[in-house]
């Protein structure tokens, strides 16, 4: 007893096989408009069996009351399934929306931990580059007062070599002196 053209029905329910698996929100989709149209299909069944019946009948068939009422029950239970899953999506969005806010949390600390680490070596740099500032400063002038002692020492050297040459000198002449005396 087939009062509607079978394009209607839906050819099959879809399942997670009939996708790549790369598309879990395709299959949810599908699902979805599955439910949708199955829901629209018993609502249709439930008005032809409807307006088959002539007016102001109030009993029909056994079988007739039977079909209409797992018609009615199926449409009941495809609109649960449509709320669940409204109610399953919104719940994935919020997880969603959870989990990128703490990643963003997770990456918003990582990145401040990595600029703290990249202060504190700078800020180790710059320490060390100071002291090698002042070591260099050091070793200059400790070179300046080599050389500033290096040239005091020489200068000693060539006034006690010239006073070691002016005392030859007196002696020669002491020493012809007394040779000139002893002749």
Same mark, same amino acid.
């Given at each position: 007893?087939?009062?509607? *053209?079978? /394009?209607?029905? *839906?050819?099959?329910? *879809?399942?997670?096989? =009939?996708? =790549? @698996?790369?598309?879990?929100? &395709?299959?949810?989709?599908? /699902? ?7 829901? =629209? %299909?018993?609502?249709?069944?439930? $008005? %032809?069996?409807?307006?088959?019946? *002539?007016? @102001?009948?109030?009993?029909?068939? #056994? !079988?007739?009351?039977?079909?209409? &009422? ?13 709320? $669940?899953?409204?109610? =399953?999506?919104? !719940?994935? #969005? +919020?997880?969603?929306?959870?989990? +990128?806010? #703490? ?6 600390? $990582? ?19 100071? /002291?090698?500032?002042?070591?260099? @400063?050091i070793m200059k002038?400790?070179?300046? %007062? ?7 020492? @020489? ?9 070691? &040459?002016? &005392? /030859?000198?007196?002696? $020669? ?11």
């Open positions: 007893m087939n009062f509607l *053209p079978n /394009s209607i029905f *839906p050819s099959s329910t *879809p399942s997670y096989s =009939d996708f =790549d @698996g790369d598309s879990h929100d &395709q299959w949810n989709n599908n /699902s979805y408009e599955y439910f949708v149209k199955m829901n =629209d %299909t018993l609502s249709i069944i439930a $008005e %032809t069996i409807n307006h088959q019946l *002539p007016l @102001g009948q109030e009993t029909y068939s #056994e !079988e007739l009351k039977a079909i209409h &009422q797992d018609v009615q029950q199926l449409s009941q239970q495809f609109l649960k399934l449509e709320a $669940e899953s409204k109610k =399953d999506e919104k !719940e994935t #969005e +919020k997880e969603a929306i959870k989990y +990128k806010e #703490e990643m963003e949390r997770r990456y918003q600390e $990582e990145l401040s931990d990595i600029n703290l680490h990249i202060k504190d070596a700078l800020h180790d740099i710059s320490v060390i580059q100071e /002291s090698e500032e002042k070591a260099l @400063g002038e400790q070179l300046h %007062t080599l050389i500033d002692l290096t040239m005091e020492n @020489g200068k000693k050297q060539e006034q006690w070599i010239q006073v070691i &040459q002016d &005392q /030859s000198e007196k002696q $020669e002449k002491f020493i012809e002196l007394l040779t000139t005396l002893l002749l």
